[in-house]
């Protein structure tokens, strides 16, 4: 009797366990689901980067267009969601570099504080 009721506890923890892992995963398990919009990845510390932020804060960018940050220098989820979104665009992983803007909407990659700065400029007839 005490075998059949371990074995019934034993046998329950593993599937309440199971469930736990399954319904742990994260819920926006396509990373597609968050490439609509324009997405701004960046690293602290990184320099052209920096200047890129200036110029948002300066001109006051995140008021006059909806956009998302990610940092990618200590974010894991973000480097991978930043790798997805280069693949999309023909770069290879070793070839990724930040600042990085992805233009959801042209459904196209922007690299570097120029090429970032010029496109917010275009966006806003600044």
């Not at 319904?23 to 990845?41: C, M, T, V």
């Not at 200590?74 to 070793?94: D, M, P, R, S, T």
């Not at 930040?98 to 275009?122: A, H, S, T």
Request: aromatic fraction near 12%.
């Amino acid at each position: 009797m005490k075998k059949i009721t371990l074995i019934l506890i034993f046998f329950g923890i593993t599937v309440l366990i199971g469930i736990g892992f399954y319904f742990s995963r994260e819920k926006n398990s396509s990373p597609n689901q968050d490439l609509k919009g324009i997405i701004l990845f960046y690293g602290i510390g990184c320099p052209h980067c920096a200047k890129v932020e200036e110029f948002i804060k300066e001109n006051k960018i995140q008021e006059k267009i909806a956009f998302e940050e990610k940092e990618v220098y200590f974010n894991k989820e973000n480097v991978k969601q930043l790798v997805e979104v280069a693949k999309k665009c023909g770069f290879n992983e070793n070839e990724i570099g930040v600042p990085f803007l992805w233009d959801g909407e042209g459904q196209r990659c922007i690299v570097g504080d120029e090429p970032i700065i010029n496109f917010f400029k275009e966006k806003l007839n600044l």
